[in-house]
């Protein structure tokens, strides 16, 4: 009668009358897996197999073995009353409960009517310096020129997206096809905001047709400034929002932002005479005490403090779309029944 073999990796039948001391060639260690592969513990080789791993020959030689391995021991469960002592069905770990933290509460988006704040503002050097050098630079007949009333031959159209230029009074009658928004250039598209054909090319984006019909304006009639669109871009971190408002040589004593939580008023003075004017309902909600504008020579920067650390999917918040209009079928009929 033969016997089944339990060493490791061996597995085969044997005779116990037959049995000499190198009869066996078997794995003495655990099997191992980690990583995808698999092997023995008291050997070198591993496989991503698994058949491979069960064919993999032993490493030890010694007698057969007949005796089962133990199975291991389940532990006892009793219907009755009685109760084990505590400390033999503790684990043998210690236990560490972990509890998530508690999902911080939304904040309630305050009302646009709030008391506006004027930011405080800081000055470069860079920016004390340029103006400085303007001053000195001032050149008075240029001044002049601008201030006449005549139209020069070769004056391009103010109007945003118009190439057209000034060829005599009959240019007067010519319709100006413009853009009436501003310029918005962000994450390396260019657009207009008033028909947002968004673009990657900044030569496409020049030859855009405008997307307004109307009179060419050959120049601005206003009292001193000059209402001009200026290009700005926006990005954020984790906890602000930057606005850079490219506006070279802002003067410090005319420009102002005044903000509450949702709202952001941006008034520029730059380069003597232009003025910039931008209004923005915020997409998300701002801590106004701890926002800063940032005066540059080449720029301003707005940098907002967000109130709840989240990404703002945009800039500014989309106005709300009107509910649909119900049908006035309702008064038709009823308009209907009173007649009869």
């Not at 698999?38 to 050997?43: H, L, P």
């Not at 008391?115 to 800081?122: A, E």
């Not at 100006?176 to 008033?194: A, D, L, R, T, V």
């Amino acid at each position: 009668m033969s016997d089944l073999c339990y060493n490791k990796g061996c597995g085969q039948r044997f005779d116990p009358e037959n049995n000499p001391d190198d009869g066996c060639i078997y794995h003495p260690g655990v099997p191992v897996f980690h990583d995808a592969l698999k092997g023995w513990s008291c050997c070198k080789r591993r496989t991503t197999d698994f058949s491979d791993f069960l064919s993999i020959a032993g490493c030890t030689k010694g007698p057969h073995n007949k005796e089962k391995p133990p199975e291991p021991v389940k532990p006892d469960v009793t219907s009755s009353g009685e109760k084990k002592d505590v400390d033999d069905q503790k684990s043998k770990f210690n236990e560490y409960i972990i509890s998530a933290p508690k999902p911080q509460e939304a904040i309630k988006r305050p009302s646009a009517d709030e008391p506006m704040v004027r930011l405080q503002h800081k000055v470069s050097g860079s920016l004390k310096q340029a103006l400085e050098k303007l001053k000195l630079s001032e050149n008075e007949e240029e001044k002049k020129e601008e201030d006449s009333d005549e139209i020069k031959i070769g004056t391009s159209c103010k109007n945003g997206g118009c190439l057209k230029s000034f060829d005599g009074p009959a240019s007067d009658s010519d319709v100006c096809s413009y853009h009436s928004g501003f310029p918005i250039f962000h994450e390396g598209m260019k657009y207009w905001s008033c028909c947002k054909r968004k673009t990657s090319d900044f030569n496409t984006f020049l030859s855009q047709e405008g997307c307004t019909k109307g009179a060419h304006l050959w120049r601005k009639k206003d009292s001193g400034k000059k209402v001009v669109p200026c290009r700005f871009d926006w990005h954020q971190t984790g906890s602000q929002v930057i606005i850079s408002i490219y506006a070279k040589n802002s003067i410090p004593e005319l420009s102002y932002v005044d903000a509450n939580s949702t709202t952001l008023n941006i008034h520029v003075i730059f380069e003597g005479e232009k003025e910039f004017e931008q209004k923005i309902s915020l997409w998300g909600v701002i801590d106004v005490s701890k926002s800063i504008v940032n005066m540059m020579a080449a720029k301003i920067e707005i940098a907002m403090k967000k109130s709840e650390a989240m990404s703002w999917a945009r800039l500014d918040l989309p106005p709300p779309v009107p509910p649909p209009k119900e049908p006035e079928k309702k008064e038709e009929e009823s308009d209907s029944e009173d007649d009869e």
